[in-house]
């Protein structure tokens, strides 16, 4: 007899709970890890998904294909509109089954999924998740976190968010889409210019810059209610924040006289204290994971360049020599890199370079410009802006400079994106 772990009353959204068994967790000490993700010449895992039963249009197994086809690890074998037999699988050349069931009582879906190990005979994960039709898509994609966390013992990316600008109704409104592109909705509609979408560390909140009154201010909107409310209030432009890693802090530029610098902000008393001084511009801020360094953008020596400096103003140095413009510094999740965009003979490209400034290289290629580079939170991924088919649309990358996908996007131009958080 098999010794579920019953796990009950975990709220997914607003409006579902799951409720699931786990015949072997992710975390037991004993599971075995069948990916090493941080190994470069790891081979890719043989994986057929069925399609679940009860599920007229493979909606779930399409999901779960599409997700674990993304990241890269797997590589996926027959399974569409096909059942059979583990034998016939272990032939086939699989060495992992998903399959599973849906279940519709008219408003509540109940979804089980099964993952086993066929070359070993183990049931490495068995869940049910029951939640209302609308959550279909979510509940996919939490399956598809648990299969990964279970082969991999990493966490899967696949319920996060991308926040990003789009000029669908003209103006430049923040939007949310689904890391895949997918459930967009509109988070500002004022009507004017919305910038900079920021997450914070919690994924509660948005920080972003807004015309809506005339002149650039930063405004934090939260995601739950919708409530918004400046960051501070001041007669001076500030625009471009970035939260602290512990979300007390927000560092952003201060715009007056035709001079900016950066400031920071404590969130809880409004304290507001300066960072950088001097003639120029200083804009673009990015807060290290360590919290202890900002990266930024300064065109302090010449050109815009990128910039870092600790947190208590000292320490300042730049780390970019090469190209005409450099812009738009962004942490990797690990601390370890910094992608940036850099205008190069024929355009701007997206580049990465270690935390200390060596080891710079090429990310992307291709016709057009390449900006705005955003991490996925496991590191593994670059969101980014391009014009390589023309108008303005969001691209994944991997490191290796291979685009994984061109985001559905709204239907009109889409930029600036920025990627949340996991959970």
Do not use: C
């Not at 204290?273 to 511009?281: A, E, F, H, Q």
């Not at 994971?289 to 990128?306: E, Q």
């Not at 057009?368 to 991924?381: A, C, K």
Request: glycine share 10%; charged share 25%.
């Amino acid at each position: 007899m098999r010794n579920y772990k019953i796990i009950t009353n975990i709220k997914l959204s607003a409006i579902m709970l799951v409720f699931y068994f786990s015949a072997v967790g992710p975390h037991n000490a004993e599971s075995k890890v069948y990916i090493d993700i941080t190994s470069p010449s790891s081979r890719r895992l043989p994986v057929v998904i069925e399609d679940f039963r009860g599920d007229e249009d493979s909606r779930v197994s399409d999901i779960i294909r599409a997700d674990l086809n993304f990241i890269g690890l797997f590589n996926l074998i027959g399974g569409k509109g096909e059942k059979a037999d583990q034998s016939f699988w272990l032939s086939a050349g699989a060495e992992i089954l998903i399959k599973g069931s849906v279940t519709d009582d008219g408003e509540i879906l109940t979804i089980e999924a099964f993952l086993h190990d066929i070359v070993r005979g183990h049931r490495l994960v068995a869940k049910r998740y029951r939640g209302k039709k609308s959550d279909l898509r979510r509940i996919a994609h939490r399956f598809s976190n648990d299969a990964v966390k279970s082969l991999t013992g990493e966490d899967g990316i696949f319920e996060t968010k991308i926040a990003f600008v789009s000029k669908k109704r003209g103006n430049k409104e923040i939007h949310i889409m689904d890391y895949d592109g997918k459930n967009q909705r509109e988070i500002t509609r004022n009507g004017t210019i919305n910038l900079s979408p920021s997450w914070s560390p919690d994924r509660r909140r948005l920080l972003f810059t807004s015309f809506k009154k005339g002149k650039a201010s930063l405004y934090l909107k939260e995601l739950s209610t919708f409530r918004e409310e400046p960051l501070i209030r001041s007669d001076n432009q500030n625009m471009g924040g970035a939260w602290s890693p512990d979300g007390k802090m927000v560092v952003f530029t201060i715009s007056k006289n035709g001079d900016s610098d950066l400031f920071m902000v404590e969130r809880s008393t409004r304290t507001l204290r300066r960072l950088t001084s001097g003639w120029g511009l200083d804009v673009s801020p990015s807060w290290s994971p360590d919290g202890k360094t900002i990266a930024f953008v300064s065109d302090r020596g010449g050109n815009p360049n990128v910039y870092f400096i600790s947190v208590d103003g000292g320490n300042l140095r730049r780390k970019t020599f090469g190209g005409k413009y450099n812009t738009s510094p962004v942490w990797s999740p690990d601390g370890q890199w910094i992608a940036y965009s850099s205008l190069q003979k024929g355009g701007f490209r997206i580049y990465i370079m270690a935390a200390d400034g060596s080891g710079n290289r090429q990310a992307t290629f291709g016709p057009g410009n390449d900006e705005e580079p955003s991490w996925s939170p496991d590191g593994r991924f670059l969101a980014f802006t391009s014009t390589r088919e023309g108008g303005k649309a969001i691209y994944i990358t991997d490191l290796n400079g291979n685009i994984v996908s061109k985001l559905e996007g709204t239907g009109g131009e889409d930029m600036n994106p920025a990627w949340s958080p996991l959970d």
